[in-house]
């Protein structure tokens, strides 16, 4: 089984124009990014890196660090939809979407993401969840929370507190997601913004209509899951950084810093 690692990365952003030509110790952000996703690839987790994007320099600027760029159109609304678009460049039949804003991200996210694709051929779509750092995050609505069944298959996406939703808005499947709060067994997790596809659910994926959870919610793998695409979200016992500011280049510095400082690293 070919696995292609994809890194959508444009240059326009409406919070941080320029993102992945912004640097960390000398050195891309892209680059950073392809560096982690080359770990990953030297221990046999995929089989090759593209970077998919509209900007000649980071076109660039991502080769220098050896991965493939693919020049895409430059009016896709999300990078998912860029995704698709370079899935034509690969043979691949899994891909993995990496963010190409995470300069510290560990390869064994890649790992735990892939596992149930080697051990399912059926499973078209997974991600990633980590457990809730405290209840601050649970009430982040900038952070996106999921619920499982007890195989790992997703319940429900959500920004909100779940189970506790604004009184006249719901939450995708929240009748389930209340049982489970009655029973005792509800359990929510931060998602990790990474994800796995089949290549032929991808093109189908980016061909649907955004559908009215997804919109309300702002997290487009609600549109799988009400299409009725079956989503496996793993748990992983890693973190990675972030980066969707300038300030956030800060946090990622001092990070970077440290990990670089540490002993046998």
């Known amino acids: 089984m070919k696995i292609a690692a994809i890194i959508p990365a444009r240059y326009g ?7 992945p030509l912004s640097k960390l110790h000398g050195r891309y ?3 950073h990014v392809v560096d982690c996703v080359e770990r990953a690839r030297s221990q046999g987790f995929i089989d090759e890196i593209l970077v998919a994007t509209d900007d000649p320099r980071i076109a660039g600027a991502a080769e220098d660090a050896g991965a493939r760029a ?3 159109r430059a009016d896709h609304p999300t ?3 860029r995704l698709a678009e370079a899935v034509d460049h690969t043979d691949a039949e899994v891909v993995v979407n990496v963010q190409g804003d995470e300069p510290l991200m560990p390869p064994g996210m890649i790992r735990d993401l892939l596992a149930p694709f080697r051990a399912d051929r059926a499973l078209r779509m997974g991600s990633l969840k980590t457990k809730l750092p405290g209840a601050d995050v649970l009430r982040d609505p900038n952070l996106g ?4 069944d007890s195989e790992d298959f997703a319940v429900t996406f959500s920004r909100y507190p779940l189970p506790e939703v ?9 009748g389930r997601v209340e049982e489970m709060a009655r029973e005792g067994y ?16 991808l093109k189908e994926f980016a061909n649907l209509k955004p559908t009215p959870f997804e919109q309300q919610e702002r997290l487009e793998q609600l549109r799988a899951l009400e299409h009725g695409v079956a989503v496996k979200v793993p748990t992983t016992a890693y973190f990675s950084i972030e980066v969707n500011t300038p300030a956030d280049l800060a946090i990622a510095e001092a990070a970077m810093a440290e990990h670089r400082s ?3 690293t």
């Open 166 to 174: 604004p009184g006249n808005v719901r939450c995708f499947n929240q």
């Open 262 to 264: 540490a002993p046998g």
């Open 186 to 201: 509800l359990e929510v997790f931060r998602t990790v913004g990474i994800y796995a596809y089949r290549r032929d659910f």
């Open 13 to 19: 952003s409406s919070r941080f124009p320029g993102k």
């Open 79 to 81: 990078g998912t939809d």
């Open 29 to 31: 952000l892209i680059q």
């Open 145 to 148: 929370k999921v619920v499982c």
């Open 70 to 72: 693919v020049m895409t």
